[in-house]
């Protein structure tokens, strides 16, 4: 008994660290059985999902369901699908199926004048970063989280999301611009939370001249 118990956990703990390892897969939607066409992309994983339309991105997760907000965006800015897998998802519908190309990153285009917000991820992790191009003003994003029971900043300047049932938690971000030698630098930066519950990014000095990424991670 203690050697099936061993290899039991032993095969569970090699399975999570496989599907930690996995990209998270985006879907275009509707797809056959969809239930809401308002759904333009989704991306799901052990024990979440994203659904990404044209107003909010929502996350779902054991915790609770939070929406993502980009206030002062462009309702209209188009989502662009990169890097295709190779293997197709097959959705069954009574006698009916569908087989559905999966992709490893998603791309909105312009969310922000000359800033595209690319989504991506692995395991139990999203990411999604703000690319910046040169000369672009970076102030303009902004994020909010509706749905959470509390949106605070933690000791290590996380972004943490309060629920009855747990906490989802968005990392402090990772900015760096990419030099035209193709070189990258770090560039110091810090989430601010206003008044009205609206999540902007401090940064510091960096290269006007070079295009900025502002990445962060949701676990």
Known sequence: MRFVL?????????????????????????HLGSPDSRVKWSARG???AFLFGDEVTM?????GTATLRFPG?????SFAAERPLAARINYFHGRDYAGVIAYTRLRRKDVYPGIDVVYYGTGHEI?????????????????????????????????VLGFADGEIT????VVYERRA????????????????GTVGVRLGKYDRHATLVVDPTIT
């Not at 990209?23 to 275009?28: K, L, Y």
């Not at 965006?73 to 800015?77: D, H, V």
């Open 46 to 48: 052990p024990g979440y």
């Open 127 to 159: 990411e999604y970063d703000f690319e910046i191009a040169p000369g672009t003003n970076a102030s303009r994003i902004r994020m909010r989280f509706d749905g959470a029971d509390s949106v605070r900043l933690n000791g290590a300047g996380e972004i």
């Open 181 to 196: 030698d193709g070189c990258t630098a770090s560039v110091d930066a810090s989430y601010s939370i206003g008044w009205d």
């Open 59 to 63: 996350v779902r997760t054991s915790a």
């Open 6 to 30: 061993a290899a039991l956990f032993c095969l569970n703990t090699f399975g999570a660290t496989l599907l930690d390892m996995q990209p998270v897969r985006f879907e275009p939607n509707p």
């Open 73 to 77: 965006s462009n309702p209209r800015a």
């Open 170 to 173: 968005q990392r402090k971000p």
